[in-house]
């Protein structure tokens, strides 16, 4: 049964770089869209970008709003998945969530069917 | 961009009821590329269909989504205690960016 968790720092100071990690377990990464989002405490969702690992090597894609300060990573490891975030400011405060995107038949995806249980994440000197 | 307005922003129904939930566009959804989630507090979102009417693995028959264009419904046919919560609509039609409305949050009355 696959399984994703997340981790990484809760407090983060303004202007440094948010760093968390997914980390899959149960199954392969490959064949699918790996995901990061974002909930500030009481909020709705925001997605932050992903990366995908059904052709050859990873590919990336980011919310156009956060684009300039958003890195995912391709992960050697193949079982983890990071989220960069870089110049934070208190605003970036949220519970992030990483989850899975799978593909239909066609090719098409951007659904999400697994999440991890999300990490809050404190901006805040 | 494209914006997703849910309504009503609460219902409050009683267990046995049903729930008619309403997801509206800013603009056409290509192939009906619209999910929805339920999200219960401190849990992760749980995927409940996806491609406007698809139900997602495990998800009970008395979840079914409808629409297109740009409205879509989510319908609990007959309430259970566990189904309270918050529930999101979702587009993926829009490669560029992918978009959620506000939620609605379901009540018991």
């Known amino acids: 049964q696959v399984q994703l968790q997340e981790s990484g720092p809760g407090l983060v100071k303004p202007s440094e770089t948010l760093s968390l990690t997914c980390t899959v377990s149960g199954g392969s990464m490959r064949g699918y869209y790996w995901n990061w989002f974002r909930q500030p405490p009481g909020k709705g969702l925001e997605w932050i970008g992903w990366i995908g690992y059904v052709h050859n090597g990873g590919k990336n894609n980011f919310n156009p709003s956060l684009k300039s300060r958003v890195t995912i990573p391709e992960d050697t490891s193949e079982n983890q998945f990071d989220l960069r975030l870089s110049s934070v400011t208190p605003a970036d405060s949220a519970v992030y969530y990483c989850?899975?995107?799978?593909?239909?038949?066609?090719?098409?995806?951007?659904?999400?069917?697994?999440w991890g249980h999300g990490i809050l994440v404190t901006v805040s000197s | 961009e494209i914006v997703l307005t849910q309504s009503p922003g609460i219902l409050s129904l009683s267990p046995g009821e049903r729930a008619t939930l309403s997801c509206r566009a800013s603009q056409s959804i290509i192939r009906n590329y619209l999910a929805w989630y339920q999200q219960k507090r401190g849990q992760a979102p749980r995927l409940l269909i996806y491609?406007?009417?698809n139900r997602a693995t495990g998800i009970p028959d008395r979840f079914s989504g409808s629409g297109s264009g740009t409205d879509f419904t989510l319908t609990i046919s007959r309430l259970e205690p566990e189904d309270f919560g918050v529930y999101y609509c979702?587009?993926?039609?829009?490669?560029?960016?992918?978009?959620f409305g506000q939620g609605t949050n379901l009540e018991i009355k």
């Open positions: 491609g406007a009417s």
């Open positions: 979702q587009q993926y039609g829009s490669s560029v960016m992918y978009t």
């Open positions: 989850a899975r995107a799978p593909t239909d038949y066609e090719g098409s995806f951007g659904w999400f069917d697994l």
